[in-house]
Structure formats: structure tokens, C-alpha cells
């Protein structure tokens, strides 16, 4: 058994990374640290939130403990060392792209909120919805420098005055 899960874990490891968009490598240990520091604040947010008598506090909190378990599988599987699964989830969510991560980690962090909206779980998710934010500002992209944005303006404005060059030449 183990046999067959080590080649789905090799054959899913030899794709090609999903990290090379252009994100350099402190901004991708940057979104990792942040889950991991978001999984440990949602689950201390989350226990503290399930100490109450209200069902939806209770429901809230478990979410949160829940999402921590979710943010620590897929952005530290080695804290997941003794679940068979772990480095098999790991490899499939570094195959997702930045946005579908940001989109996943998000939603993740305000179904919470939805649930029982208090301080706890507000300040609590805060940081896993940040680990959202950081993989979908990794989305986007590096922002271009200027030389090129102007090079792209110039190569514009010639050639609109070509265009109006040609219709001019064309009435006369």
C-alpha cells in the first residue's frame, strides 16, 4: 500500500512547480510563513472560541481549529509528519495556482466570520485571510518597471499618429 502511494506522490512531485510565475523566493517563504503563523492564530482563536453555551460560537470555532489543521496540511506538511496523506495533499496544493490558492485560503477564513461574527474570530482569521492576500498578490504579477511602460505608451501614441497620419492623407 505504501508502494502505491509513494509513486502517486513521486509522479504528482515531477511536475514542473506551479512557483515559477515570476514570484521570487522570500515572497513565496513569506506566504508560507504566514499560513503557518494563521493556522497557529486560528487555532488558538478557535479554541477559545468554543468555550461558550452559543451553538454558532461553537460551530465557529471549530471551523477555525479545522482551518488550522487545513492551513498546517498544505503550508508545513512536516508538522503533519505522522498523517500518512500529508505530503501527497502538500504536493497537490503547490500545483494549484496563486489565485486559486488566494481564492481557497479566503474563503476558508470567512466562513467563520459568517458564522458567528465576534472579535475572536475576527482577529483570529485575520492572518489566514492574509495568506490569501499575499497568494493573490502573487497573482498579479511583478509590476512593470517604467522604461518598458513607457516604451509600450510610445509604441501607442505612434501608433495612433500613424492612423491619423493615413486618414488625413486619405481626405486630402
Known amino acids: 500500500m505504501s508502494g502505491a502511494g509513494g509513486t502517486a506522490v513521486a509522479s504528482v512531485s515531477s511536475a514542473p512547480p506551479e512557483q515559477e510565475e515570476g514570484v521570487t523566493w522570500w515572497y513565496r517563504w513569506l506566504c508560507r510563513l504566514s499560513g503557518v503563523l494563521g493556522a497557529v492564530s486560528c487555532a488558538i482563536s478557535g479554541l477559545f472560541t468554543c468555550i461558550t453555551v452559543h451553538p454558532l460560537n461553537i460551530a465557529a470555532g471549530v471551523w477555525m481549529i479545522l482551518n488550522a489543521f487545513v492551513l498546517l496540511l498544505c503550508e508545513a506538511p512536516f508538522c503533519c509528519q505522522f498523517i500518512e496523506f500529508a505530503n501527497m495533499v502538500a504536493a497537490k496544493v503547490d500545483q494549484l495556482r496563486s489565485w486559486q490558492k488566494a481564492v481557497f485560503y479566503c474563503g ?42 513607457a516604451r509600450i505608451q510610445q509604441q501607442k501614441q505612434q501608433a495612433d499618429e500613424e492612423k491619423l497620419t493615413d486618414t488625413l492623407e486619405g481626405e486630402l
Open 108 to 149: 476558508m477564513a470567512v466562513v467563520p466570520i459568517v458564522i458567528s461574527l465576534t472579535l475572536t474570530t475576527l482577529l483570529g482569521n485575520a492572518i489566514a485571510f492574509a495568506t490569501g492576500v499575499l497568494y493573490g498578490l502573487s497573482a498579479l504579477g511583478k509590476k512593470g518597471d517604467a522604461i518598458s511602460y
